[in-house]
């Protein structure tokens, strides 16, 4: 069993940066590829980034790329997504999800293992 906790949410201006955490417990936690993902108000959830086990392999969606980094500290069980030149269209709710194959966020084709409750996030001025 893995719990997530996210972190690091809040109210930003456009422009701006956030950096997300997400916690994790358990000692299985660098068994685990790692995801980010987002729902906005009116929308589907959404991909965002992915990293993978040992963090040598990242994934990005491409409303994110080139923004945005994730990161994780396989020592601290934590994974982070760090956010830059926020825009309005990058508010949404950000979940972190934990899944035993890094290849299942990339084909979205299951749902990944463990979930995170969320954390929220608004791009406003």
């Known amino acids: 069993q893995v719990q997530l906790v996210e972190s690091g949410g809040g109210l930003v201006q456009p422009g701006g940066s956030l950096r997300l955490s997400c916690a994790a417990s358990?000692?299985?936690?660098?068994?685990?590829?790692m995801g980010w993902f987002r729902r906005a108000p009116g929308k589907e959830r959404e991909f965002v980034a992915a990293?993978?086990?040992?963090?040598?392999?990242?994934y990005y969606v491409d409303s994110v790329k080139g923004r945005s980094t994730i990161s994780r500290d396989n020592a601290k069980n934590t994974v982070y997504l760090q956010m830059n030149s926020l825009k309005p269209e990058d508010t949404a709710v950000y979940y972190c999800?934990?899944?035993?194959?890094?290849?299942?966020?990339?084909?979205?084709?299951?749902?990944?293992?463990?979930w995170g409750q969320g954390t929220q996030v608004t791009i406003s001025s």
């Open positions: 990293v993978s086990e040992g963090g040598l392999r990242t």
């Open positions: 358990g000692r299985t936690f660098s068994r685990y590829a």
């Open positions: 999800a934990a899944d035993t194959y890094y290849i299942d966020f990339l084909s979205g084709t299951s749902e990944p293992d463990y």
